[in-house]
């Protein structure tokens, strides 16, 4: 990027026309929002096998794991076997960083239950979940076979709750779990944008080759440096 790489400089009057214009596209964009939504609402559901996970009490049933509420919302954080803190995925990392005890409090109030399921081993997710600091229920599927089965993470779903019945209402990957990720939507916000070469973006703004390769500094995704200041070996 060059220092001249900026946005065009224009007079308050010009700037507010063009920041009107966009206005009209964003509304658009939020009422396609709102219809996408309208659509999801009205999904069928599918009927879910009996199946357990394990947490901190041993075996527990999908049916369980929604601790009284009637929805169930589960993200699938991709694992890396016996593998140390820092080669563990910098995206699923990065997804967990905003989902607080503040944001679960308020997907209750709507009767949401949110949790994370991993084909880890127990004891090493709950590690890692401790290392975070992070206090989300965690359970190890390694041993659900295929009921829960995903392309080994990243996949987010939901999950509705009747008497003794679970179902599978909704499911998405890849980009479709932005939701959980408020920094690209903040980023989006702002004149760089996220910083990537799939971005349409002016000529000389400032653009990394991969997507998400900022999510990982110094061997670590980046999460992991408000954690601890330890070199990777």
């Known amino acids: 990027m060059t220092e001249s790489a900026t946005p065009r400089i224009v007079g308050s009057d010009e700037w507010e026309r063009a920041r009107a214009e966009l206005l009209d596209r964003e509304k658009a964009h939020t009422r396609a929002g709102d219809g996408l939504a309208a659509a999801r609402r009205r999904l069928p559901m599918m009927r879910m096998e009996p199946v357990e996970v394990v947490g901190p009490d041993g075996s527990i049933s999908l049916h369980d794991v929604f601790a009284g509420r009637r929805m169930l919302l589960v993200y699938h954080f991709m694992w890396n076997e016996g593998a140390p803190h820092d080669k563990q995925?910098?995206?699923?990392?990065?997804?967990?960083?905003?989902?607080?005890?503040?944001?679960?409090?308020?997907?209750?109030?709507?009767?949401?239950?949110?949790?994370?399921?991993?084909?880890?081993?127990?004891?090493?997710?709950?590690?890692?979940?401790?290392?975070?600091?992070?206090?989300?229920?965690?359970?190890?599927?390694?041993?659900?076979?295929?009921?829960?089965?995903?392309?080994?993470?990243?996949?987010?779903?939901?999950?509705?709750?009747?008497?003794?019945?679970?179902?599978?209402?909704?499911?998405?990957?890849?980009?479709?779990?932005?939701?959980?990720?408020?920094?690209?939507?903040?980023?989006?916000l702002t004149p760089y944008g996220r910083q990537e070469a799939w971005e349409d973006s002016p000529a000389g703004w400032p653009q990394d080759d991969e997507a998400g390769s900022w999510w990982r500094r110094d061997g670590r995704p980046v999460a992991q440096w408000t954690r601890t200041d330890a070199t990777v070996e």
């Open 89 to 188: 995925c910098e995206g699923c990392t990065h997804s967990q960083a905003a989902m607080n005890a503040a944001v679960r409090a308020y997907l209750a109030e709507r009767d949401v239950h949110y949790v994370v399921f991993s084909s880890g081993p127990w004891n090493e997710i709950v590690a890692y979940r401790d290392f975070m600091g992070w206090t989300t229920p965690w359970y190890s599927t390694a041993d659900s076979a295929d009921v829960l089965a995903t392309r080994n993470g990243g996949d987010l779903r939901c999950y509705l709750r009747t008497d003794d019945e679970v179902f599978k209402t909704y499911e998405t990957k890849w980009r479709g779990i932005e939701a959980m990720l408020p920094t690209l939507q903040l980023l989006d």
